[in-house]
């Protein structure tokens, strides 16, 4: 599939935890970088955690410290771990790939969602 496909998402007590996956095609001699975002509606969408074709992570200071992206390679499948989960990560969580093929064919890519629900 070459948009992302998310799962994983769900309804969860605050403290508990979560894994979201992302699923997505991949093109031989391109490199990807991928990102999870997340918006609550009627807000705008937020970065969250992002992970780069050389492997460098990056976290929005939020989440830093609780979550917890990978990827496996052979699956094409990136993931988000979400620990120590807060009423306020209650959102859509979108999965977003950026296709970099040759020196500047960039595409973006996002996927549809998956719902994450907190309760206190």
């Known amino acids: 599939q070459v948009h992302p496909v998310e799962s994983g998402g769900g309804s969860v007590q605050a403290g508990g935890s979560l894994r979201l996956s992302c699923a997505s095609s991949?093109?031989?001699?391109?490199?990807?970088?991928m990102s999870w975002y997340r918006q609550v509606a009627g807000k705008e969408r937020e970065f969250v955690s992002s992970?780069?074709?050389?492997?460098?992570?990056k976290y929005a200071g939020s989440v830093k410290g609780r979550f917890t992206i990978s990827q496996d390679s052979a699956e094409n499948t990136v993931y988000l771990q979400m620990s120590s989960l807060k009423p306020e990560a209650t959102a859509m969580y979108y999965c977003q790939k950026v296709e970099l093929c040759g020196h500047s064919d960039i595409t973006t890519y996002w996927g549809r969602g998956t719902q994450v629900t907190v309760s206190s």
């Open positions: 991949r093109r031989a001699k391109c490199t990807y970088d």
């Open positions: 992970l780069d074709s050389d492997g460098l992570t």
